[in-house]
């Protein structure tokens, strides 16, 4: 006899009563922009639309009203940087239930401001979430209030199944999907929108979607078991769990088809083509499901002609962040390039270059001099230029009447030109001798 699973879908079903009135009911939208890019029918779940901004409402609030009258009265703990605080501070605020929240330094500053507008005590410590949960375990008074685990506790997982169970409600004309595109980092949220998805509509394919950059849920499917996962910094950092839930893992092991992984450049695209197509903005982690099948995305070519949700998790991304991440979008889309080119250092020796851009319609947005470590000539220097391109086939346009000038081209984008007349990719030894590139 097979195991009992941490979390039944009758556990989901309590849930979406219990929370009913208390969270959003989020849109469910088809893009037509997106799907004629993808390929395509894409339907986007606005979860950004919640009031704290994210999915993490449906686990915290159901986590809150499972309480016995003595757990609440003593309040709840977690540690958090982000949604899963925010969240547990507005439903503990409306429940009149005391929230606790150990916060690592890393955490925005905006985040923990609004936290504490929500009446929740506020507690700094530590450089991780790990050592501020380790904090709130070991440490009186926090350890006599309950823990909240943001993707692993049964109700939390249980609430975040509501997402499933309204996608299922939401289809089109009573179809099913064909594919649910599920962003995942601890696996909470993986684990509750397959465990619903899969029990109502078993056709459906749910994929879980990871960024390269902290594969948590693959590196636990390979061991069996959950395994801290190596972890860098990623744009989609509401992910960035380094091992997943035990009963998250169970759960979604289960019910789960399919685990991809998506680099960091599709995470910036996607986040993108929101803005500029939907006009929503939606942070990286949120964004993640979409990344998977854009252009040249591990599930691109198998979802043709099929229909495919997406549920958008988040949209509490920083001003700030949201500009670098609109920039690497505009990188990986070619409509930001990058070349350093060797021109003279007498009169005039940049204007031509310019004027060669300018008649190409290319933008120049910086301008950057090398003149210390060029070696060749002393009456010559190293330029780099950051310039606006349209897309792919102009940049392209651009590069080739920049070599047809006879400019010296050394870098264009990520090609390396040696002085052989070899060229290679950067990072790469590949395609002649590996110089040092100019400025990398």
């Known amino acids: 006899m097979a195991a009992r699973l941490p979390v039944l879908f009758e556990d989901i079903a309590i849930a979406a009563t219990r929370i009913r009135g208390g969270v959003v009911r989020s849109p469910v939208t088809h893009s037509y922009w997106l799907s004629q890019l993808c390929g395509c029918d894409v339907f986007l779940k606005h979860e950004q639309f919640q009031f704290t901004g994210s999915f993490k409402e449906r686990g915290a609030r159901n ?79 926090f350890s006599e209030m309950t823990y909240v685990n943001g993707y692993d506790d049964p109700e939390i997982i249980a609430g975040a199944g509501t997402m499933g169970l309204e996608l299922v409600d939401q289809a089109p004309d009573a179809d099913a999907y064909d594919y649910i595109m599920v962003p995942c980092g601890g696996a ?15 056709a459906t394919r749910v994929i879980g979607v990871e960024p390269r950059n902290c594969a948590s849920f693959t590196a636990a499917l390979e061991a069996g078991e959950p395994v801290p996962a190596p972890t860098t910094s990623t744009l989609a950092d509401g992910l960035a769990v380094p091992t997943v839930g035990g009963n998250a893992f169970e759960v979604a092991r289960a019910h789960t088809d399919e685990v991809v992984i998506v680099e ?63 920039d690497r979008g505009l990188a990986a889309d070619c409509r930001l390039v990058r070349f350093v080119a060797e021109v003279s250092d007498r009169a005039g020796g940049i204007a031509e270059v310019t004027s060669l851009l300018s008649e190409h319609g290319a933008s120049v947005k910086d301008v950057f001099h090398e003149r210390a470590w060029l070696q060749s000539a002393v009456d010559r220097v190293q330029i780099k230029f950051i310039i606006e391109c349209t897309g792919p086939e102009h940049s392209v346009q651009v590069r080739d009447a920049v070599r047809a000038a006879g400019v010296p081209l050394l870098v264009w984008g990520k090609t390396v030109y040696n002085a052989d007349g070899t060229a290679r990719t950067l990072g790469s030894t590949t395609g002649g001798p590996a110089e040092p590139a100019p400025f990398e």
């Open 63 to 141: 986590a809150l009203m499972s309480l016995s009258e003595e757990k609440k009265a003593k309040g709840v703990v977690a540690a958090s940087a982000g949604n899963h605080a925010l969240a547990l501070s507005w439903h503990g605020k409306q429940l009149g239930i005391p929230v606790s929240v150990l916060m690592p330094t890393v955490a925005p500053l905006a985040k923990r401001s609004k936290c504490a507008k929500f009446d929740a005590n506020i507690v700094v410590h530590g450089d991780n979430i790990g050592v501020a949960k380790k904090y709130a375990e070991e440490t009186a008074p």
């Open 188 to 202: 909470g949220l993986l684990a509750g929108v397959a465990l619903a998805s899969k029990t109502l509509r078993p």
């Open 264 to 326: 960091e450049s599709d995470v910036a695209l996607s986040v993108l083509r929101l803005l500029e197509n939907e006009k929503v903005i939606v942070e990286g982690g949120g964004a993640t499901g979409l990344a998977a099948i854009l252009p040249g995305g591990p599930m691109h070519k198998e979802v043709q002609g099929k229909r495919v949700a997406v549920p958008l998790c988040g949209g509490n991304i920083d001003v700030t962040t949201l500009g670098r991440v609109i």
